[in-house]
């Protein structure tokens, strides 16, 4: 009898465990794995951090550039592929004329084919593991990036002009759109440490370097110099002046140094909730790397496609 009962039990328990898998092993909860493309692409990785490297070597800022194409990807509807498009999220205020790397992600994908002798591994993915290499690359710490991403047939283009935030929001704004993804405000300023590397147009930054306050004047007046109030428009200017190449902790200093470039920096140390946690980041470079490369891990799961939604890309800037 007890036997009886203990196998009643067990047959109940697989029962049940039965439908959990099968209700959650439906795509939305279906689980990124490092070995997705174990036996379909094992070379996926080294080909695209050869790649990747290639490209940075060819030019510093394009490490920076793959990075924020990473960050817009993922802030809207999830890493699809979506930013990469043409026609769709890129052309939102925030991506266009700004966002760049297009072309190479095309020519890293194309290597990863070549090598992989077909179309097997997703724009989404290439995207993924290039964001890596990049970051690592220019000093960051590594982290392991689970694949199996899908691409998106239908860029969002209203998501991207909401979800993504401007160079002129507030620093509540600037929460709150982080907040909608799922990070908390530490994990915001964590990942906004980004801007250590990379550069602005004047265009991005104009109306901080003439009407803004919380500025360092003498800062001000180097940055008008590249930067005038009418023409100019996509002069350049490196968003942190000690970093731009090598990822670390610069852009904290700079910060507390009122050397913010855009608006929205500034925002993150100006006698607000944030202060503090710039303040930490500013002071241990570890800790920032360390806060910055779990928050990466946790963008790179945001909503992702899987199974058999979306598609496997061919060409990244458009659908098959
Ligand atoms: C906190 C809110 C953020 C705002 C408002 C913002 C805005 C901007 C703007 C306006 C630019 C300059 C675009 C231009 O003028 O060409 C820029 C560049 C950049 N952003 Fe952000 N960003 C934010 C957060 C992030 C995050 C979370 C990342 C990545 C984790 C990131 C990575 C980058 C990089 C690497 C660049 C330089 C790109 C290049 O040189 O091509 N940003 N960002
Ligand atoms: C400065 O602010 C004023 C008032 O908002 C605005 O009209 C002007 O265009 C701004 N100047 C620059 C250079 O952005």
């Avoid at 999830?78 to 925030?94: S, T």
């Avoid at 700004?98 to 993915?125: L, P």
């Avoid at 982290?143 to 860029?155: E, F, K, Q």
């Avoid at 803004?212 to 350049?236: E, Y």
Wanted: charged share 20%.
């Amino acid at each position: 009898m007890a036997i009886r009962t203990t196998s009643t039990h067990s047959t109940l328990l697989l029962a049940f465990l039965m439908i959990f898998l099968t209700t959650f092993s439906s795509p939305a909860f279906a689980q990124l794995s490092v070995s997705y493309y174990g036996s379909t692409c094992p070379s996926v990785f080294d080909t695209v951090r050869a790649a990747t490297r290639l490209a940075i070597n060819r030019e510093t800022r394009m490490g920076a550039s793959i990075l924020r194409l990473f960050f817009h990807d993922c802030f809207v509807d999830g890493c699809n592929g979506g930013i990469l498009l043409a026609g769709g999220e890129r052309d939102a205020p925030a991506s266009i004329n700004t966002a760049r790397g297009f072309d190479v992600i095309d020519n890293i994908k194309r290597q990863v084919d070549t090598a992989c002798g077909g179309s097997v591994v997703s724009c989404a993915d290439v995207l993924a593991i290039s964001a890596r290499d990049s970051i690592v690359e220019l000093g960051g710490k590594s982290y392991s990036v689970p694949l199996g991403r899908r691409d998106t047939r239908t860029p969002n283009l209203d998501a991207a002009r909401s979800d993504l935030p401007s160079p002129f929001d507030p620093l509540n704004v600037l929460i709150d759109k982080f907040s909608r993804k799922g990070f908390n405000a530490k994990e915001m300023v964590a990942l906004s440490g980004a801007h250590t590397v990379g550069q602005a147009q004047c265009s991005s930054f104009r109306n901080r370097i003439y009407n803004d306050t919380n500025i360092d004047p003498d800062f001000a007046a180097t940055r008008r110099a590249n930067c005038p109030r009418t023409v100019g428009d996509s002069n350049l200017a490196p968003l942190d002046p000690q970093g731009q190449a090598r990822f670390c902790n610069n852009h904290f200093q700079t910060l507390v140094n009122r050397n913010g470039l855009l608006s929205s920096d500034q925002a993150l140390f100006n006698g607000g909730s944030t202060d503090s946690i710039v303040r930490t980041y500013s002071n241990d470079a570890n800790a920032f790397l360390t806060d910055f490369k779990n928050a990466m891990v946790k963008m790179g799961n945001l909503s992702p496609l899987t199974g058999n939604q979306g598609e496997i890309r061919t060409s990244c800037q458009r659908v098959n």
